[in-house]
DNA sequence: AGTAATTACGAGGTACGTAACAATC
DNA sequence: GATTGTTACGTACCTCGTAATTACT
């Protein structure tokens, strides 16, 4: 008895006929009919009601069926399941401060490391730095270079803030703009911002900072709104079309250098991911 | 993937090595080695921890042979069905007044179709006849003929009952006797003998009829007690080495004629069955 | 006539066994 | 050296597809 034949049973007893079900499992009628022989022979039963151009499930049958289907789904779930190691395995865990260097890391890596996913997490620096020891995640991405001797850093991009001011903002025509300059200000941020968050509300103390989780409403708000928001220079919302300026930020707070950091026994294919970047 | 490869999973995983499942298995060492390679390639896991002369279960390996147990635990149920269905569709239930004429008809029986079991079910006569027209029984073997135009009977054998007398009984040396001679004794009766039970009670009212439903009980007391018990023509308990004689009963009711019915619209098999019967 | 299933026959492919090889215990 | 697993190679068997056949709608 093998699974093709219960596939073949469950293929008949949903088509209703030996050649409907041969034509779905590319098969030709004569080996199917053969096959479901050979199963009945084995069970010792016929399965099917047959006249000369009809074969109908008998109550053996529908037996054979039900058991099949039994099989069947006993099969799914063992595919299933290295489907889902195999995802497991192919995915590596991001702890980050900010959504952007995952991006970045994410475009550098996508064609050296095809199949590869980057599942990011977006946690507080020390957060990060003590999943990375936990092995909790694969990689960190940090506003500090490496901080223990077990630890291998390389710096991977820099993220510069900008002001995204409505053109008839007061500030508008500015060349740069200041926390202090912004500060009680009411801004538009969007909620997955990582570390930049509790940056601002230290920067500006006194601001009304609305957050916004959804993308969409976000972007929908800063076309039909006056409230400030924020850019920076690796943000892809495609800033022509809005009536808005981007006006850099002066402040050293508002420039983040990101550096890439993993465990120096880390698994090779982590391990491999952190030397492509670091060549690069 | 197929059910051959769950079962020589499981043989590696119960046997520890490649060679020890291929021998297992009767095939050869090379072939498991690859029949294995191709389940590896098709789950896109390696199952194993290889050396150059030893393949030990890894952790995906191990999720295969869990998985790979239930699918063979699957099959299992699948071929146990069948063999219950099977073995239901060889056995025939009977309902009978007494124990005798099944063993009658089995011996007609058991050469002419092999491999047919006969289920007897001892009952009063009317709650035969009734399973009969149920259906709940195939054949009926009952003390008076077809009672319906849709049920065929015919004659299959009578019995004669004997009194089972120690040597030393005051009735040992009659040539006869009769239910009114032994009323009010004590009786060893074997608790399994359909209507003779009742027929006995009612023709001896002031009997002390002590029931023993174990027969090799039933046979130690016979040797070891001066209890009278009966004896027929067809019962095959060796009457030789007991100290007893055997003494015909006179009474009509001593003597059992039997009848085997069937429904005229039974299966062809019962059918078969109780022809081949009323033929001899 | 057309559909659906079975039987016959020849062919092709797959997985087998034998043999050779490699490496560990 | 014995055991265990892998690779190479030739073969045999098994199941497939095509074609012919039967019978029912």
Redesign the pocket.
């Known amino acids: 008895m093998e699974l093709?034949q219960m596939r073949q049973l469950d293929a008949?007893a949903r088509r209703?006929?030996?050649?409907?079900?041969?034509e779905e499992l590319?098969?030709?009628?004569?080996?199917?009919?053969?096959?479901?022989?050979?199963l009945e022979r084995e069970l010792g039963q016929e399965l099917?009601a047959?006249?000369?151009?009809?074969?109908?499930l008998n109550d053996a049958g529908q037996l054979a069926v039900d058991h099949a289907r039994d099989l069947l789904r006993d099969e799914r779930m063992m595919l299933d399941a290295f489907a889902d190691l195999e995802r497991r395995q192919r995915t590596l865990l991001v702890g980050t401060v900010a959504p952007a260097p995952v991006w970045h890391l994410t475009a550098l890596t996508v064609e050296r490391f095809p199949g590869t996913l980057l599942n990011p997490v977006t946690l507080p620096e020390d957060e990060v730095e003590r999943r990375l020891m936990n092995r909790s995640v694969d990689l960190a991405i940090t506003l500090r270079p490496q901080i223990l001797p077990t630890m291998r850093s390389t710096q991977i991009m820099t993220e510069d803030l900008y002001a995204f001011l409505p053109e008839g903002h007061r500030l508008a025509t500015r060349d740069t703009v200041s926390f202090a300059d912004l500060d009680g200000e009411s801004f538009l941020v969007l909620s997955e911002v990582g570390f930049w968050m509790g940056m601002l509300r230290r920067n500006m103390p006194r601001a009304n900072i609305v957050e916004q989780a959804d993308r969409s409403v976000f972007e929908q708000l800063v076309r039909s709104t006056e409230l400030v928001c924020f850019v920076t220079n690796v943000t892809q919302n495609s800033r022509s079309g809005l009536e808005r300026v981007a006006v850099p930020i002066s402040d050293a707070d508002a420039h983040a250098t990101f550096y890439l950091s993993v465990l120096a026994d880390a698994p090779q294919r982590v391990r491999d991911i952190y030397e492509w970047v670091d060549g690069h």
Do not use: D, K, M, V
């Open positions: 093709e008949i209703g006929t030996i050649s409907a079900a041969a590319h098969i030709s009628q004569p080996a199917l009919s053969r096959s479901i022989r050979r099917f047959r006249t000369h151009n009809s074969a109908t």
